[in-house]
């Protein structure tokens, strides 16, 4: 897993509360002894939350006990949709957790899958009236994931097309001894790489390859094993002749063309895709955050605020091809487009008539409101990445 990837799901194995409406309970275990306050649901093979009495309205927290040998996933969901209210992964034999969901009027059922038995679903609990309650996220359907995992694969293909014919161009440019139009060159196709929304692994071992830094590496800066975009960046803006960047640069072309040919087998089933497109469209400002808006992955250009653009750009693709997808399952929707715009502007506003300002020259106001507006787009993004979360195998 690249540095970019470290991020993770570390929603892992924690209660997943999927929209407002879902409070956010702690994960922590409670030994199975212990006494324990709100509604004990106990799981196993054989059972999945037959022990919920008298269901009414309210801010309910259930104390989810597995008395089986293996773990399991346990699911409250929408007895007619199959909207999931909340979730809990991996709970382990003998430990309990807690899980607090707001119920109103409907049906409701406990769903548990302990990965080898198939899934089990409780008894259906109905609550009549017409009390307010959490809204369930639906699971896609078939035909919805296809058609955004595809528009994915369509966009992702595309770019790296687009950024292999840009980096001939750098190569041409470097050959050429013409290293100002090197450095523009660079820009434009380091640009068109960071539109495709890697992130979280996408791309493996290639992302390290194409655009890894010299962060962790023995020589630094001068370890002749760096390569990529940063490689040649560094060279560009410190004085290095062009003989000494060629052979990054031709590696470069290289690399994007060996990727393009092993991307579509880095594709997982269509659910999984859905998962990481779902992550990936939080996780890519996440890490503008710490990279590009900090100015910590400037190489001397001094164009990490035009990454952090170029990521923007990307976030708004991934939430194009979710679109169909979040209309009807994520009210704060609008917001996100809205402190999208908000950051964008701010963002923008570092591109002067000479070119983009590097991020450590910005003031301390802009820099605070830049780094207002990101954290509030990366909270608004984070809900996403759990509502399509799918397990490791189909």
């Known amino acids: 897993m690249t540095r970019r990837g470290l991020a993770g799901r570390a929603m892992g194995a ?68 199959g909207g999931v209210y909340g979730e809990i992964e991996g709970l382990g034999p003998g430990t309990t957790r807690p899980m607090t969901v707001s119920v ?10 302990n990965g080898s038995d198939g899934e089990l679903t409780g008894p259906t609990a109905t609550i009549a009236g017409h009390a307010p309650g959490g809204t369930a996220v639906v699971p896609a359907g078939v035909g919805q994931t296809l058609t955004a ?13 687009t950024t292999a014919r840009q ?26 790489w960071e539109r495709l929304g890697s992130a979280y692994g ?32 560094y060279g560009l803006w410190h004085g290095q002749p062009a003989a000494a960047l060629e052979g990054p640069a031709r590696r470069l072309g290289q690399d994007i063309g060996e990727l393009r040919t092993a991307y579509p087998g880095m594709i997982g089933y269509p659910q999984q895709a859905l998962s990481d497109l779902a992550l990936r469209t939080h996780e890519i400002l996440e890490h503008a955050m ?62 002067a008539a000479k070119g983009w300002m590097p991020a450590r020259t910005l003031s301390t106001a802009e820099r605070e409101d830049i780094d207002s507006a990101a954290a509030e787009c990366v909270q608004l993004l984070a809900p996403i990445a759990a509502m399509f979360e799918a397990s490791p195998t189909p």
């Open 14 to 81: 924690a209660v997943l509360c999927l929209l407002p409406g879902c409070s956010g309970a702690s994960a922590g275990h409670v030994p199975a002894a212990a006494t324990v306050s709100g509604t004990l649901i106990t799981v196993s093979a054989n059972a999945c939350g037959s022990s919920w009495r008298h269901p009414s309205p309210g801010l309910w927290t259930f104390q989810v006990h597995n008395a089986g040998t293996s773990a399991v996933d346990v699911s409250l969901t929408n007895a007619g949709t």
């Open 167 to 192: 980096a001939g161009a750098l190569l041409t440019d470097i050959q050429e001894d013409d290293l100002t139009a090197a450095r523009s060159a660079w820009l434009t196709a380091h640009l068109s």
């Open 290 to 351: 710490r990279f590009q808006l900090s100015g910590a992955d400037d190489y001397g250009s001094g164009t990490t605020l035009a990454t952090a653009a170029a990521n923007i750009d990307a976030t708004r693709a991934q939430l194009g091809m979710l679109r169909s997808l979040l209309v009807t399952r994520y009210p704060d929707l609008p917001s996100v487009y809205s402190t999208l715009d908000r950051l964008q502007r701010l963002v923008d506003a570092g591109k």
């Open 104 to 113: 109103g009027s409907g049906t409701y059922a406990f769903q548990c899958d």
């Open 202 to 233: 996408m791309f493996a071992d290639y992302d390290d390859e194409i655009d890894g830094t010299a962060a962790g590496l023995p020589g630094g800066v001068s370890d002749p094993s760096w390569a990529g975009f940063y490689r040649i960046e």
């Open 149 to 161: 995992v595809t528009s994915e694969r369509t966009y992702v293909e595309r770019g790296l097309a």
